[in-house]
């Protein structure tokens, strides 16, 4: 399922005093299946584009297209675009309110004219992919979950709507370190298993390195890098650091192993890249 977004601008109080453009002129496209992430400090718009990709925001001019329909078009049924997009907004676990789990995942699909048993069999489904069992937790209240539990949850009761899309905005934010790799592995999982398109705003350089196949880098409403983890970072370090984002940690060890004088790549991510490298470079101290 591809997203295509046309010269997108975004104005907030548009044509009032205090108007303020939030997106300007933003074109970029992310092919079906592509894990995409989305980073930026805060302020430069990320949550803003989010909200226009399921046409929750209508922009002030440019276009947005869902498998080449058009979903600024005041024709085209919204409902039907967000059965296929679903978005996972901060602190999703604010919008638990039903007194089971399984009547809190089971709300969004029984809004679709569904029988009982295909919400049933959705829930389930939507319940064991986020790693919760179903006889153990379909009858306990949300609220008697940990945070992790609970924005579990939440995404369960997205994925239950069979998105196509699935478009998380900083899903570990307030979390504790476990609770955190725990959604990142779950959003891992579901994008290997489920071939699904993700898009994923975070603050996390680190993960973002690890997981993403595309990175858009947004700044003040204009996207300033896009293209693989290596094309993004190698190279723009300073840049990146003058609009308020930091490197992946390891990037940055490599940076200053480098100044010492030591022959590293600098284009390293991740630690395994980091391990290897530095083998490397003491085999062939040890040679000299």
Do not use: W
């Not at 049924?77 to 901060?90: A, E, H, P, W, Y």
């Amino acid at each position: 399922m591809s997203i295509k977004v046309s010269n997108l601008t975004y104005i907030y109080n548009e044509e009032m005093p205090f108007s303020s453009k939030v997106l300007d002129d933003i074109s970029f496209e992310i092919k079906d299946g592509d894990f995409v992430g989305l980073i930026g400090h805060t302020g430069s718009g990320k949550s803003t584009l989010i909200q226009h990709l399921n046409g929750l925001l209508k922009p002030s001019s440019g276009k947005i297209f869902i498998n080449d329909f058009d979903i600024t078009n005041n024709e085209v049924n919204l409902t039907d675009i967000r059965k296929r997009v679903g978005v996972v907004f901060q602190y999703p676990e604010y919008q638990l309110f039903e007194e089971t789990i399984e009547k809190d995942i089971a709300f969004g699909p029984s809004n679709l004219d569904l029988d009982e048993d295909e919400i049933k069999n959705r829930v389930k489904v939507s319940m064991e992919s986020v790693g919760l069992n179903y006889e153990e937790y379909k009858d306990k209240s949300p609220f008697d979950l940990s945070g992790g539990q609970k924005r579990r949850v939440a995404i369960a009761g997205v994925i239950a709507m069979n998105p196509e899309v699935l478009i998380l905005d900083e899903p570990t934010a307030g979390l504790d370190p476990g609770g955190r790799d725990e959604i990142f592995n779950l959003i891992k999982r579901l994008h290997k298993e489920n071939n699904m398109t993700i898009i994923l705003s975070s603050h996390s350089m680190d993960d973002m390195a690890k997981i993403a196949n595309t990175i858009i880098v947004m700044n003040k409403g204009k996207i300033e890098f896009m293209g693989t983890p290596k094309e993004v970072f190698k190279g723009n370090t300073d840049r990146l650091k003058s609009i308020g984002l930091d490197i992946p940690q390891v990037l940055e060890l490599a940076i200053k192993l480098r100044e010492k004088g030591f022959d590293i790549k600098d284009d390293i991510l991740t630690i395994k890249e980091a391990k290897e490298e530095i083998l490397r470079v003491m085999r062939g101290i040890n040679k000299c």
